[in-house]
């Protein structure tokens, strides 16, 4: 059985939390419904991924944002289907979520959504 909880973020630049030991790249969470440990691996995930796309020198915004999406969608449907993620730069979001499975972060300028649903 799942549980779907609705949110809707109208301004997501109200009160951004930082994570405290996450050292480069700069990491602001903008909104969470999720449990600890999950929020940590994730974004864990997505700043390993996301330092190494930045090593490979990627030089196209596109390419770059469709390599993250992929890799960290890989990661997280290994364990467990339903994850859906959309990068970009300043986005508001409406989405139903299963509860304690939504996430949204920024990692320097780059936006993660990242929430499980069906």
């Excluded at 997501?12 to 939390?17: A, F, L, R, S, V």
């Excluded at 890989?74 to 990068?87: A, P, R, S, V």
Aim: hydrophobic share 40%; aromatic share 14%; charged share 25%.
């Amino acid at each position: 059985m799942y549980f779907m909880f609705a949110c809707i973020i109208f301004n997501i630049k109200n009160h951004p939390q930082k994570i405290v030991n996450m050292e480069d790249p700069k990491c602001d969470i903008l909104y969470e419904h999720m449990h600890y440990e999950k929020k940590t691996k994730l974004i864990r995930i997505a700043k390993e991924i996301y330092e190494n796309i930045n090593n490979n020198k990627i030089n196209s915004w596109r390419c770059a944002t469709i390599a993250l999406r992929d890799k960290i969608k890989e990661n997280l449907d290994f364990n467990e289907k339903g994850w859906h993620i959309i990068i970009g730069q300043k986005f508001g979001f409406f989405c139903t979520h299963e509860i304690y499975n939504a996430l949204h972060f920024k990692l320097d300028h780059i936006e993660f959504l990242i929430f499980k649903h069906g």
